[in-house]
């Protein structure tokens, strides 16, 4: 029995998906020949990286031998993103990229290449979501808007606009130098502290503790800690050079309580709590090392700490106060005492000796040195100190013994 073959896509419109980072999907509609339809969503990165890959299976039909054999649509990799600010014309958009690619010769446009790249996928059916509060922004594109001008339909996808609020000085060829006051568009914003921006007609990654929002000084990313913790296993070991960081070796497991948008994540190892770059944790139990991978843009390094970066005119100034981590100490170790009562004589976060006027005392402390009994009152004492109502109840008791003797 022949295999089905992608006979017809259909751009719908794009998706703006805030997990794993904030990102973009297009819509895509697959019409099968066996006459199923299914939605799919793919990154432009994704696409991009497709046709490349379908022009090194096919070099002749690329063009890369002769031009004048090239068959295969081209697909633009600058600025694959429209702005509000900019458009930029573009000799295909991603509709007209599809609907000449399915109609290839037979050759390409049936290839395992192009029928696996177009397979529904488990996330195109159940898309990642973990954030009930924000939830992800999907713009539709009308059909009739799709057959008539093709031109429109790659556009428009409205970006962030981020001020810079300090000089930064790119490092390596995959990042852009920008200045102070510049305004730049995010792409992509990496869990890992690392955005990929665009100003103007650069485009490359830059720390996000370099850039602050024009509306206010709170992103709503950065969430409240969760105190009951997210397992995380170390992939590259790093030695603290600050005193609210953490030092950690290769493979060790730690909970995650505060994962914080400059990608320095607040980590939790036993009754100790610390700073440590999110770039080198993975999540506990999954087999996730190409995930981590991806988490690494191009290998680069931890980004700095935004604690780090000074600008009198920045509004991050105006933002509510960071955590100490004496105070992640005590809300780690409140929550596991709330949750657990029974471990509250043994918790795992025993905050320091004589912090805030608690003792530190351990159990086998408590059994070597047991408290004195205090002496019992006297009965004139008791007598006296005592509620009129206890008093009464007391002469009673003792007029009903003198009648029995």
């Not at 969430?223 to 992939?235: M, W």
């Amino acid at each position: 029995m022949e295999e089905s073959f992608v006979r017809h896509v259909e751009l719908l419109g794009f998706e703006k998906r805030f997990f794993p980072s904030q990102h973009f999907v297009y819509m895509l509609m697959v019409k099968w020949s066996d006459q199923s339809e299914k939605l799919i969503y793919r990154s432009y990165p994704e696409i991009h990286t497709f046709h490349k890959s379908l022009k090194e299976m096919f070099p002749i039909e690329s063009g890369q031998i002769e031009k004048k054999d090239r068959i295969i649509p081209s697909l633009p990799a600058p600025r694959w993103v429209d702005s509000q600010k900019s458009r930029e014309n573009r000799r295909n958009t991603l509709a007209e990229y599809c609907h000449l690619l399915v109609n290839l010769p037979p050759h390409i446009s049936r290839c395992k290449l192009l029928s696996s790249f177009f397979q529904v996928r488990p996330e195109d059916e159940n898309p990642p979501a973990p954030n009930t509060l924000k939830r992800n922004e999907t713009f539709v594109v009308s059909r009739e808007l799709a057959r008539g001008v093709a031109s429109e339909i790659s556009g428009p996808i409205i970006l962030d606009t981020y001020r810079v609020i300090a000089d930064f000085e790119k490092t390596s060829k995959h990042e852009i130098s920008l200045y102070t006051d510049d305004l730049v568009e995010i792409v992509e914003k990496n869990p890992n502290g690392w955005w990929f921006c665009q100003c103007e007609t650069k485009r490359g990654w830059v720390p996000a503790s370099y850039l602050e929002p024009l509306d206010g000084p709170e992103e709503a990313e950065d969430t409240e800690p969760d105190y009951e913790g997210e397992l995380h296993v170390t992939v590259q070991a790093y030695k603290a050079e600050n005193e609210d960081e953490m030092t950690l070796e290769l493979g060790q497991t730690v909970e995650v309580i505060h994962k914080l948008l400059d990608g320095w994540w607040v980590v939790r190892k036993g009754d100790e709590t610390g700073h440590f770059p999110s770039m080198f944790l993975q999540k506990a139990g999954k087999r996730e090392r190409q995930e981590a991978g991806r988490t690494n843009p191009r290998g680069q390094k931890p980004p700095p700490r935004r604690s780090t970066i000074r600008n009198a005119k920045s509004i991050h100034s105006k933002a509510r106060q960071r955590l100490s981590q004496d105070a992640y100490r005590r809300n780690s170790r409140r929550y596991l005492q709330q949750k657990n009562p029974q471990r509250s004589t043994e918790s795992p976060l025993r905050e320091k000796k004589n912090q805030d006027n608690v003792p530190d005392c351990s159990v086998g402390e408590l059994s070597k040195e047991a408290p004195v009994v205090p002496p019992r009152p006297n009965p004139e004492l008791i007598l006296q100190r005592c509620t009129d109502n206890t008093r009464n109840r007391v002469s009673l008791h003792k007029a009903r013994s003198n009648t029995t003797c």
